[in-house]
């Protein structure tokens, strides 16, 4: 354990990169003011997710299927706005202490849930 007591060393992949960047294209097709806004809460975002996942890494269930079966997923945000709440996936390597951060998608889907 380090002297600021974080176990895992969090890396944001250029997967996870690439997803920020369609929704701050989502985001800049709604005017100057809302991408602003966007990019005022971008920052703040990551620096959360960071500390949250090297300090709890298994915070997030495990996704049992569809297309990240294997990782884990939490969810970033309490708006009751669907599009301003995240679905975050990534994978825990324990033996390393390390956790890649894949994949950010809005939670909002038209998509009935399985069960």
């Known amino acids: 354990?380090?002297?600021d007591?974080?176990?895992f060393s969090v890396h944001f992949t250029e997967e996870f990169n690439k997803c920020l960047d369609q929704i701050q294209a989502f985001f800049s097709g709604q005017?100057?003011?809302v991408l602003e806004w966007w990019f005022s809460k971008e920052d703040n975002m990551i620096?959360?997710?960071d500390r949250l996942l090297s300090s709890f890494p298994y915070a997030g269930k495990m996704v049992e299927q569809g297309p990240?079966?294997?990782f884990r997923c939490l969810t970033y945000?309490?708006?009751r706005h669907r599009m301003l709440n995240y679905l975050i996936f990534y994978t825990v390597y324990e033996s390393d202490c390390e956790i890649d951060v894949i994949n950010i998608l809005?939670?909002?889907s038209k998509r009935k849930r399985k069960k």
Do not use: L, Q, Y
Request: hydrophobic share 20%; charged share 50%; glycine share 14%.
């Open 106 to 108: 809005p939670a909002r």
């Open 5 to 7: 007591n974080r176990e």
């Open 31 to 33: 005017g100057e003011d």
């Open 1 to 3: 354990m380090t002297e």
């Open 68 to 70: 990240f079966k294997g």
């Open 77 to 79: 945000g309490k708006s």
């Open 47 to 49: 620096d959360e997710i």
